[in-house]
């Protein structure tokens, strides 16, 4: 695949960032004429669409309005093809207000299904940090609020339990990233009544086949993926590569989708969380939730594919 003067997509990202500042067989959701495939939250069996969006380094615009509209036109594409799901944090620099700047300006504060973290070693500065990034996300109240990358886990966790039994917040979960503290996040998994975990994971990196995602299908516990394109190495490394002639048959046209079903189609995976600041990203990520997701035979043959041509 190709982009504008022979740019990738990870090299354009990163210099928009530098230079600007499940358990069950998916069921579908109308987005127009389109179904959208979605999978249950375990906890409660309410669904979300497979694919979401993340907001890291993309969304980090500050106040520049023409970047800030961009973030609209990006999340009022992703809204359009069938999204909910959209993740940031206190980390992500200027993220959390370009998020609430385009949910306000789309008119879907009420329709999004937030998601956001919260990241302070200050365990007493918790709430006060959350208020803050529900009031830059301008929502009534976070649908999912997770401990970040488990700082301060234990604190953190015992606040969001008391939050959401005040009915502050839907679910409670925890992240991690590129592979660290798998262990120790695991033990979380087995003692803590978690509703998400998000963690990375991806056609190379499938280390958390090994006991994260068996241990959520046991614990009934979602999974949000994160990095699933490795930042963009993966779809540098593939660039100029041919797709499999049989991927046209899980609706796969280019290398990001082929890259997001194979994530997706896991059956503990609840949703994958690419980030992108461009339109035509959004359009291309979106249409991995549409379609047919590859079986476990599909799924071997797409992970032989690509690690014999990288």
């Known amino acids: 695949m190709k982009y504008k003067n022979n740019w990738s997509r990870r090299r354009f990202l990163q210099s928009l960032a530098l230079g600007i500042t499940g358990l069950a067989s998916p069921s579908f959701i109308y987005a127009g004429s389109q179904k959208v495939l979605t999978k249950p939250i375990p906890s409660s069996n309410e669904r979300i669409p497979v694919i979401g969006l993340g907001s890291s380094r993309t969304f980090n615009v500050g106040n520049d309005p023409l970047a800030l509209d961009n973030v609209a036109e990006v999340m009022s594409h992703f809204f359009n093809a069938g999204g909910k799901l959209i993740d940031s944090s206190p980390m992500y620099g200027s993220s959390q207000p370009a998020i609430g700047y385009g949910l306000k300006k789309l008119a879907k504060t009420k329709e999004v299904f937030s998601a956001d973290?919260?990241?302070?070693?200050?365990?007493?500065?918790?709430?006060?940090?959350?208020?803050?990034?529900?009031?830059?996300?301008?929502?009534?109240?976070?649908?999912?609020?997770?401990?970040?990358?488990?700082?301060?886990?234990q604190e953190h966790l015992k606040t969001l339990y008391r939050m959401k039994q005040q009915g502050k917040i839907r679910y409670v979960g925890i992240s991690t990233s590129h592979g660290r503290r798998h262990d120790e996040l695991e033990e979380i998994m087995k003692t803590q009544p978690l509703d998400f975990i998000q963690c990375s994971y991806n056609i190379l990196d499938r280390e958390a086949e090994q006991r994260l995602l068996p241990l959520a299908k046991q614990r009934g516990i979602a999974v949000i993926i994160n990095r699933p394109f490795q930042r963009g190495d993966l779809i540098d490394e593939l660039e100029g590569k041919p797709l499999p002639a049989w991927a046209k048959t899980i609706g796969c046209d280019t290398w990001p989708q082929f890259l997001l079903k194979f994530i997706v189609s896991h059956p503990t995976v609840t949703c994958a969380i690419p980030a992108t600041s461009q339109v035509e990203h959004v359009k291309e990520n979106m249409n991995a939730c549409v379609g047919h997701l590859p079986d476990q035979a599909m799924r071997k043959r797409m992970i032989n594919y690509v690690e014999n041509i990288i």
């Open 117 to 153: 973290k919260v990241w302070t070693w200050d365990t007493g500065r918790g709430p006060a940090q959350m208020e803050q990034s529900r009031k830059y996300w301008q929502v009534d109240s976070f649908d999912l609020m997770q401990v970040h990358n488990l700082v301060a886990w």
